[in-house]
């Protein structure tokens, strides 16, 4: 078959096998479509599909057809990152900066610990960090990777339990955007390549420049080109950070971090989302399941997938119930918020891609990393369900 003739059987299974899982499986409840497309990217992966049936693997996901995929998957997460950017709301964390920054904080901050100590317990045995990490780079990575919040996941579940709009929901964005920055943050700490140092402040200071003429020349455009004009700043952007070390990511996080949301029509803001999760998404979860290995053995992996999800809970709620004893919250009020804050999904999935590309993980921790990232984002609406059904005035109320 001709390499076009391949690609579009790679695609046909892409978007069928998670489709006809989520539809006649009905897992919507405590496994959204986008949950089972990254399961059915595990399935179709090397580690399960390539070894069941390695001539066909061979056959429909060969060098070429990859290669194809992967172009499509890099646009694809650039989209939804800079997406993510965009919805930060960091002048609502301001005004409610005491409250928001001392969630936000213990939200991040605690789970990444526990994620940390998880960490140095994988140092202790071979085949996990990754071959050009430094130990504190692979430490810091997994912590982060375990406290990680996935705020655009986070906006989806809100709105299938219909708090978005509300007190808590706002709430609850607030502090992951907080948290959202502080990812990004950290991703470039690590990611600090001092023999490149100086084409990374070059392209930092150039960025700052740029982006100040960029949200003068927005407000001045039509609406129409507005789109346009970001989809443009957005390739530019993450040529820079590529270019200077930093990694395509951080560069669309930023594109979009400096936009404001107001720039754009909310609703039609919200169809570019669901289109990029319908349309190219899925090649990005193709694309991941791909690089899942299994080479120190699946037990192991899965056992290490169980740590780092107890560390990423457990961390979590921690850090949120603490921050509910100095807020005073009401009772209630701290578990369903710290089981919202859990979702992880798509952004710790893109960090850890970032983590694996640079060599700071291993294909073992990322497979191990990408199970937890599921499980955790699994239990988030049969835990917080049945909570808000029993504590419907919290959802109104403000804090």
């Known amino acids: 078959m001709s390499t076009p003739e391949t690609f579009l059987i790679a695609m046909t299974i892409i978007f069928s096998v998670p489709w006809l899982i989520w539809r006649l499986g009905r897992t919507d409840y405590y496994a959204p479509l986008v949950v089972v497309q990254i399961l059915a990217g595990i399935v179709l992966g090397p580690g399960v599909l390539g070894r069941a049936f390695p001539d066909y693997y061979a056959l429909v996901f060969n060098p ?146 740029a982006a100040w003429l960029y949200r003068r020349l927005m407000p001045r455009l039509a609406e129409r080109d507005r789109w346009y004009v970001a989809l443009i700043w957005l390739a530019a952007c993450a040529f820079g950070a590529d270019w200077s ?89 701290a578990s369903v918020i710290g089981w919202l804050l859990q979702t992880k999904a798509l952004i710790m999935i893109i960090f850890s891609n970032i983590l694996l590309d640079k060599a700071i993980i291993s294909s073992e921790t990322f497979t191990a990393l990408l199970l937890m990232a599921v499980a955790s984002t699994m239990l988030t609406v049969p835990r917080v369900a049945p909570k808000l059904a029993r504590l419907g005035a919290l959802v109104r109320r403000a804090a």
């Open 64 to 209: 070429a057809v990859v290669q194809s995929l992967n172009g499509i998957a890099w646009w694809a997460v650039m989209l939804f990152v800079m997406i993510a950017g965009i919805e930060l709301d960091l002048k609502k964390a301001w005004a409610h900066r005491r409250e928001s920054g001392i969630t936000a904080g213990l939200a991040l901050g605690t789970p990444l610990l526990f994620g940390a100590g998880a960490a140095a317990v994988l140092l202790g045995f071979d085949g996990w960090r990754g071959e050009r990490a430094m130990t504190w780079q692979f430490v810091l990575g997994v912590g982060m990777a375990c406290a990680v919040t996935a705020l655009p996941i986070l906006i989806l579940l809100m709105e299938k339990l219909e708090v978005l709009r509300q007190p808590l929901g706002q709430r609850i964005l607030r502090y992951a955007s907080l948290d959202d920055v502080a990812i990004w943050g950290v991703l470039a700490l690590i990611l600090m390549d001092w023999e490149r140092v100086g084409r990374q402040l070059a392209f930092l200071a150039a960025f700052a420049v």
């Open 245 to 333: 070390g930093l990694h395509f990511m951080v560069g669309a996080f930023l594109a979009g971090a400096v936009m404001d949301a107001e720039w754009f029509d909310q609703q039609r803001m919200d169809l570019l989302r669901h289109h990029v999760l319908l349309v190219v998404m899925p090649v990005f979860f193709l694309s991941t399941g791909l690089r899942t290995t299994w080479n120190v053995g699946g037990e192991a992996v899965f056992l290490v997938a169980a740590l780092l999800l107890l560390a990423s809970v457990v961390g979590k709620l921690a850090g949120v119930h603490l921050a509910g004893r100095i807020l005073r919250w009401a009772p209630g009020e």
